[in-house]
């Protein structure tokens, strides 16, 4: 801990308070070490104060071992969320899910989105095949440097994006008040997690709409939500005639997706030989050689530059595939402005077509 944070907690903490928000989160052995450092810098007599939309066992535990005289306040007994949310849910199959995903997404183009996957890398390829669409996604996870998330919540904040595709990381300690709908495109298998996600729209007595995608595999987690919040949801209206019209496309944009990053760094990845009769291992990156260890002698590293090291020539190659990736990012780009309205025109003409059949 730097001086000034050490500095900073010493002032605070003369207060004699200690408020812990998300407290189930924090007792959590992640936080162990920093926990500890703060309660190092403040005095022992103190107010704790525990804040959490879910009480665990373990915060139980902490109360009934750890504070003196505590003073529980409880809003509800049970898990619920609150009335002005509209809850739904889609069964749908794995290889269609993106499918479905999209569908949902360009029906309610105009609302304001959160996107929660399971892992970090689905946050990237999501929010990448989502642009190539014609969406504007941006992604948010425990991956990314605090400023880039910061930057990326500034930018959702602000209206630049309206998609924010994220993992757990986003849901819990974030107010964003015009959040109009939270997507579960995976659904979480501790059920607890669904009520911090879908509490992320319909706050301040805002109504919202929360939709959870699921699987053949998630079945039994959302079945363990429903038990949680005891009701069982309305199912979403989605016709799969208008829903696979679109798997050419994200089929395409996911393709793309998975190989613009391949492309852009195909050539940058570290190489290391070892020479015979030598102790050492010679290895170059993208433009410069450097030795690692020591040689037997000059000879044999000048050789080895020589014969290993990159030329001209590659580096000129490198340079065209990235350009390459660079211009087949910007033409899917300006291919992709369009693609939302072209979507929503086909579904309709199939709804029309369907209508005139039913007649």
């Given at each position: ?7 900073w907690?010493q ?6 308070v200690?408020v812990?928000d998300?407290?189930?989160r924090?007792l ?5 070490k920093a926990?500890?450092k703060i ?6 007599e103190?107010k ?6 879910t009480?665990?066992?373990k915060v139980?535990?902490?109360?009934r071992?750890?504070l003196?005289?505590?003073?529980k306040?409880?809003a509800?007994?049970?898990y619920?969320t609150?009335?002005t949310?509209?809850q739904?849910y889609?069964l749908?199959?794995s290889?269609?899910?993106e499918?479905?995903l999209?569908y ?5 183009s105009?609302s304001t989105?959160?996107?929660f996957?399971r892992t970090c890398?689905s ?9 190539n ?10 991956q990314m440097?605090?400023?880039k998330?910061?930057?990326a919540?500034?930018?959702f904040k ?10 757990d990381?986003a849901?819990r300690?974030?107010d964003i008040?015009?959040?109009d709908?939270v997507i579960?495109y ?5 059920s607890?997690?669904y009520i911090h996600?879908?509490?992320?729209t319909?706050?301040?007595g ?8 699921v699987?053949q595999?998630?079945?039994e987690?959302y079945l363990q939500?429903?038990?949680?919040i005891?009701?069982?949801l309305?199912?979403?209206?989605a016709?799969?005639?208008?829903v696979l019209?679109?798997?050419?496309r994200v ?5 793309i997706?998975i190989m613009l ?6 050539y940058s ?8 009769g ?9 433009d ?6 020591g040689?037997?002698?000059?000879s044999d ?6 014969n290993?090291a990159?030329?001209r020539?590659?580096a000129?190659r490198?340079q065209a595939r990235?350009d390459q990736a660079e211009?087949?990012a910007?033409?899917?780009e ?7 309205g ?5 579904v ?7 209508k005139?059949?039913?007649?």
């Amino acid at each position: 801990m730097s001086k000034r944070a050490s500095k900073w907690l010493q002032k605070a903490g003369s207060s004699g308070v200690q408020v812990l928000d998300e407290a189930d989160r924090l007792l959590n052995e992640d936080f162990e070490k920093a926990i500890d450092k703060i309660l190092e810098a403040i005095p022992c007599e103190r107010k704790t104060y525990l804040f959490s939309a879910t009480m665990t066992k373990k915060v139980r535990k902490l109360q009934r071992a750890c504070l003196r005289n505590p003073v529980k306040i409880e809003a509800s007994s049970k898990y619920s969320t609150v009335d002005t949310l509209k809850q739904q849910y889609l069964l749908v199959p794995s290889m269609h899910k993106e499918c479905y995903l999209i569908y949902i997404l360009t029906e309610m183009s105009t609302s304001t989105s959160m996107v929660f996957t399971r892992t970090c890398d689905s946050t990237s390829l999501l929010s990448l095949m989502l642009r190539n669409l014609g969406l504007r996604a941006i992604p948010i996870s425990g991956q990314m440097s605090q400023a880039k998330r910061l930057g990326a919540l500034n930018k959702f904040k602000a209206g630049e994006c309206n998609i924010l595709v994220c993992t757990d990381v986003a849901s819990r300690g974030l107010d964003i008040p015009n959040v109009d709908l939270v997507i579960n495109y995976d659904i979480p298998s501790n059920s607890k997690d669904y009520i911090h996600r879908v509490g992320r729209t319909a706050r301040a007595g805002r109504s919202g709409v929360a939709i959870s995608i699921v699987s053949q595999y998630e079945f039994e987690w959302y079945l363990q939500i429903e038990n949680l919040i005891g009701k069982k949801l309305p199912l979403f209206p989605a016709q799969e005639e208008e829903v696979l019209l679109l798997l050419e496309r994200v089929s395409e944009a996911r393709r793309i997706s998975i190989m613009l990053p391949s492309m852009k760094h195909g050539y940058s990845r570290n190489v290391a030989v070892r020479v015979p009769g030598t102790f050492g291992i010679f290895g170059y990156g993208k433009d410069t050689a450097s030795v690692r260890l020591g040689w037997k002698s000059t000879s044999d590293l000048n050789k080895l530059k020589k014969n290993y090291a990159p030329s001209r020539g590659r580096a000129r190659r490198t340079q065209a595939r990235e350009d390459q990736a660079e211009g087949a990012a910007s033409a899917m780009e300006r291919k992709s402005k369009n693609m939302v309205g072209r979507i929503r025109e086909e579904v309709e003409e199939m709804r029309v077509r369907k209508k005139l059949r039913d007649m």
